[in-house]
Every structure is written in C-alpha cells, then in structure tokens.
C-alpha cells in the first residue's frame, strides 16, 4: 500500500529569502516610510535590526507568541469580546 506525503512545514508562515511574513512586513512598512520621508537607509536600517529582533524573540517559541504578546502587553487592535483586556491583571467582581 502506497503511503500518502504529508509535508512537514504546511503551517508555517511564507518565507521571502530567510525571512518570515511578519519580519517581511515591518522591512516593507519601514521602506515605505523611508521613502516618502526621504530617509531610506535610516528606515532600512532600523527594520532590518527590528526584523532581527523580532525573529530572535520568536525562535524557540510557540509559533503564536507574538500575537500573545501583542495581547499581554495591551495593544489596542486586540478587543476580545470574551476577554478581559491584556492589560488588566486583577478581576473584581
């Protein structure tokens, strides 16, 4: 009976180069601001050391833990229906 292939890698996010999307992402937004500010090796410079540190802090990780963090620490896109805010630590009833 003939096995059928399961790729190993089907849940991870695309790569561009040995970035991942999200790395990818803040590259794109600071070469766009870079652009229209006419400061485009400052921005650049600061994505790449952004998109380094971002991919040192999510290596060894869960694969949601930026999201989790971005949750923890209370950034404001994050409005659960369900959830206390990020933010709050204590509940009183």
Known sequence: MAGT???RYLDNLPQFLWWEADEMA???VAFI????????TL???VALVCAYLVGK??????EGFILHWAYWYGVPTFRLKYAPDGPVRELVE
């Open 5 to 7: 292939f399961i790729p």
């Open 26 to 28: 803040i590259i794109f």
């Open 33 to 40: 601001v870079g652009i229209l500010s006419k400061h485009l």
């Open 43 to 45: 921005f650049m410079g």
């Open 57 to 62: 802090s999510k290596m060894g990780k869960s």
